[in-house]
């Protein structure tokens, strides 16, 4: 540990980014405070299950507690406090405020994510959910387990995934998405229009292009009416229409805000202040570009990363990443790696069969890489990715994959 380390350290943001922060801290040899805020009432639980296996029926363990989250008092020495929502920051004389009094710190580590955003003017109809935290996914699991009528706003992953739980429950799930092609910004459009398939070949109603009105309804939502006059009956209503950085509680603190809060390379916001997570706008030098992730593996192995700069100060280091994500929609698993620039070039299967990789392309090298069911071939991208590597190189390891899968067929 250097010499220069903190002596009590708050973490603000229990999830994901909060949690390795704190483990890490231990992991390294930090002995001093460790104070974890959290704003849930539950102990810190991982969040993708409750899309994917909890949300298609799956046991509520596999949506619950991470492991080690009952050592975080006892065996960490963490003092965590849950059920704590941090209003404000100040940053000079090194003070969380919060509803329940201020806290002071040494050093400061800011995971607290984002907020998925709500239809205004909803908040009153029962039926009516996003799907961010473990009660949200509580609730949208008991419509589908009872034969609601289901109506998804937004075609994005958190929509596909809905959409593919309650197919799987036999229901028919309806997609209304406002542009002319989902997934756009994340996959490219020719990646969007590929996916978007997946839904047709399972019996789904996608709509996009159309635009909502409004929700019909006195107490509980019954219908969705489309701007075009258009009503779709509906007694359970998910919307999936993106997320917003969750600070608020930073707006007087002096950070500067920008979608996220601002990090140099190192993921310093401020002097004493670090960022992580959802939350966290940095530089990537492995691209040369600001990016802000909403991605699982980047909270980890930011908030890794983070921790580590923040009690050695004086050799922090850049933190590299190469994004990367997956979703599960009907049986399939997509991934990708990378950054979506360009369109898509397809070097294995093709969009209509259950495996594909298609790779994307910045001049000569290689920038990203989608693949559908080719779970063995993914990490080898983002591998080659990393390593700035040639999209023709990248092509070559394609050709081979494919004949070594052609012998073995």
Not at 20 to 26: E, F, G, L, S, Y
Request: proline letters at 5%.
């Amino acid at each position: 540990m250097s010499a220069a380390a903190p002596e009590h350290v708050v973490v603000v943001g229990a999830s994901l980014a909060g949690l390795r922060a704190v483990q890490t801290a231990r992991e390294v040899g930090f002995t001093g405070r460790l104070t974890l805020i959290g704003d849930e009432i539950h102990l810190p639980y991982d969040r993708p299950p409750l899309s994917k296996e909890y949300l298609a029926a799956g046991p509520l363990t596999t949506a619950h507690e991470f492991p080690g989250t009952a050592d975080l008092t006892e065996v960490l020495a963490i003092d965590l406090k849950i059920n704590t929502c941090a209003t404000g920051l100040d940053p000079m004389s090194r003070e969380v405020h919060t509803r329940d009094g201020s806290i002071g710190f040494d050093s400061l580590l800011i995971a607290t994510g984002v907020r998925a955003r709500r239809l205004p003017g909803t908040e009153h109809l029962a039926g009516v959910h996003v799907l961010r935290d473990l009660d949200d996914a509580h609730a949208i699991r008991n419509g589908l387990d009872a034969g609601a009528r289901v109506v998804i706003i937004g075609a994005g992953f958190i929509g596909a995934e809905v959409a593919s739980a309650a197919v799987k429950r036999g229901l028919e799930p309806i997609i209304l998405e406002a542009a002319p092609t989902p997934l756009v910004r994340a996959v490219g459009e020719a990646g969007g229009t590929g996916l978007a398939r997946l839904h047709a070949r399972h019996g789904v109603d996608l709509r996009c292009g159309v635009a909502v009105s409004e929700l019909l309804g006195d107490e509980r939502v019954e219908a969705v009416r489309l701007a075009d006059g258009t009503e779709i009956p509906a007694d359970l209503v998910v919307v999936g229409i993106g997320a917003d950085p969750a600070t608020d509680w930073l707006t007087d603190s002096g950070l500067r805000l920008d979608n996220g809060v601002v990090c140099d390379e190192t993921l310093r916001a401020h002097e004493k202040v670090w960022a992580a997570g959802d939350v966290a706008r940095w530089t990537n030098p492995l691209f040369d570009s600001p990016m802000r992730l909403e991605h699982w593996t980047n909270a980890g192995e930011q908030a890794v990363h983070a921790m580590e700069n923040l009690l050695a100060p004086a050799d922090a280091t850049p933190y590299q990443h190469v994004p990367y994500f997956w979703s599960d929609w009907y049986g399939h698993r997509i991934q990708f790696a990378g950054l979506p620039v360009g369109e898509p070039h397809i070097v294995s299967g093709d969009w209509d069969s259950d495996e594909v990789v298609a790779l994307y392309r910045d001049g000569d090298r290689l920038i990203g890489a989608l693949a559908v069911n080719r779970r063995g071939d993914i990490m080898k991208y983002r591998v080659q990715i990393s390593r700035r590597g040639s999209c023709y190189a990248a092509m070559a390891f394609a050709a081979k994959r494919n004949a070594a899968a052609a012998t073995s067929a």
